[in-house]
């Protein structure tokens, strides 16, 4: 399974406006997220309209505008991130639990396999919040 640049993208400009709200008292504007982490600011704003129709970021406009979190870091998922973009977090080929990946319709012998990576995969991603990843608390002891 591989994490498109949607998804991953979208995590780390979240990431930057969570560790940057407590900061300043203004919103955050996507072009200084876009220099910060080296993403184009024209794709930051595809993404951007993508979060605020699902609920995550508000927007204000104006003198001092740019983008805030809707809710907290600590209850905004990185699970709720990546589907606000439309990534898949799928590891099977199949589209469909009705139809396989093969020919006749048929599953492969490993879909069960990638099935359940993905079912881990959402798991993990549905419990650890924007807080986790900008206070460092996903890093393992060295």
Same mark, same amino acid.
């Given at each position: 399974?591989? /994490? =498109? @640049?949607?998804?991953?993208?979208?995590?780390?400009?979240?990431? #930057?406006?969570?560790?940057?709200?407590?900061?300043?008292?203004?919103?955050?504007? /996507?072009? #200084?997220?876009?220099?910060?982490?080296?993403?184009?600011? =024209?794709?930051?704003?595809?993404?951007?309209?993508?979060?605020?129709?699902?609920?995550?970021?508000? =927007?204000?406009?104006?003198?001092?505008?740019? %983008?805030?979190?809707?809710?907290?870091?600590? @209850?905004?998922? +990185?699970?709720? +991130?990546?589907?606000?973009?439309?990534?898949? /977090?799928?590891? @099977?080929?199949?589209?469909?639990?009705?139809?396989?990946?093969?020919?006749?319709?048929?599953?492969?012998?490993?879909?069960?396999?990638?099935? #359940?990576?993905?079912?881990? +995969?959402?798991? %993990?991603?549905?419990?650890? =919040?924007?807080? #986790?990843?900008?206070?460092?608390? /996903?890093?393992?002891?060295?």
């Amino acid at each position: 399974m591989r /994490l =498109s @640049t949607k998804g991953r993208y979208a995590v780390m400009a979240m990431a #930057d406006l969570a560790q940057r709200e407590h900061e300043a008292a203004r919103a955050v504007a /996507l072009a #200084d997220i876009a220099a910060r982490q080296e993403i184009s600011l =024209s794709y930051l704003e595809q993404l951007f309209a993508r979060l605020r129709r699902k609920g995550l970021v508000k =927007s204000a406009r104006g003198p001092g505008g740019g %983008y805030r979190l809707a809710r907290t870091a600590e @209850t905004t998922t +990185i699970a709720e +991130i990546v589907h606000a973009v439309d990534e898949p /977090l799928r590891a @099977t080929r199949c589209h469909g639990l009705a139809k396989g990946c093969m020919m006749r319709g048929e599953r492969c012998l490993t879909h069960d396999l990638w099935e #359940d990576l993905g079912e881990h +995969i959402e798991s %993990y991603l549905a419990s650890v =919040s924007l807080a #986790d990843v900008v206070g460092g608390k /996903l890093r393992r002891a060295a």
